[in-house]
């Protein structure tokens, strides 16, 4: 009976004695996560190489006082984890100047998307004027001008309800081009004739020579304006003989 008893151990204590020999000599070791931050990616790749760990770069930011590469953060921290798994970092970026772009004339539709897709900070203010709604006045900094992506930027758009009058400018000698991009602003159009009836050419030049409304005139921008513009090409031997 005696021999029957320890019989029936001798499988448990051999599956016991099986786990733990498994367990000591195929045991993964935890080891604890260095400290990465402050770091070059130089210095991390190799650092963690030593410690049988991987590295992965989660994100990149802009810092403009920092190296290009420096570790700015990481996961995880101050734990113990496996060896074979990976530290994710966050580390700097070269910070690159960039010019301001010509918003005036623009939508905030348009300028919020390129803004937004840059992490740029803006304040917005709105002006009584006689631009569309929501169209961008003025801006700063000034177009073409370099800017810090961590600063913030100024638009003035217009709130598009100035029912006005406003006086119409005068076009007379100016260049045609010139007259329709700045019509445009305020979504209006101009109906040309040509003096002499002749034909418009692309190649050409042209002055205003007559408008109507005349220069002057009192307009509302809220009603339909009907834009009547005179024109001629440009003569350029005739314009210089005059000014001699």
């Not at 000034?142 to 005068?170: E, R, T, V």
């Not at 002057?216 to 009603?223: A, T």
Request: charged residues 25%.
């Amino acid at each position: 009976m005696i021999i029957k008893k320890i019989l029936w151990v001798i499988p448990f204590l051999s599956f016991l004695s099986g786990y733990y020999l498994v367990s000591y000599f195929f045991s993964i070791n935890e080891i604890e996560v260095p400290n990465l931050i402050g770091k070059t990616l130089a210095e991390a790749s190799k650092i963690l190489s030593d410690h049988n760990l991987n590295l992965r770069i989660l994100t990149q930011k802009e810092d403009p006082d920092l190296p290009d590469g420096t570790i700015l953060d990481q996961n995880p921290v101050k734990q113990k984890i496996k060896v074979n798994k990976s530290i994710y970092l966050v580390v700097s970026k070269k910070f690159v100047d960039c010019k301001m772009p010509e918003f005036r004339g623009k939508e905030f539709s348009e300028i919020k998307q390129f803004i937004e897709k840059l992490g740029i900070r803006s304040k917005v203010y709105y002006l009584e004027g006689i631009f569309k709604e929501n169209q961008c006045i003025c801006q700063f900094p000034m177009p073409g001008k370099l800017f810090d992506k961590n600063g913030k930027i100024i638009l003035y758009l217009s709130s598009g309800n100035s029912k006005k009058p406003i006086l119409f400018p005068d076009f007379r000698d100016l260049n045609l081009k010139e007259v329709i991009d700045f019509l445009s602003l305020y979504n209006l159009n101009a109906n040309l004739s040509f003096k002499n009836s002749e034909q418009y050419d692309p190649n050409n030049l042209y002055k205003i020579v007559d408008q109507r409304p005349l220069s002057g005139s009192l307009i509302n921008l809220s009603k339909n304006i009907n834009i009547q513009l005179h024109v001629e090409a440009v003569d350029f031997k005739k314009e210089k003989k005059q000014n001699k």
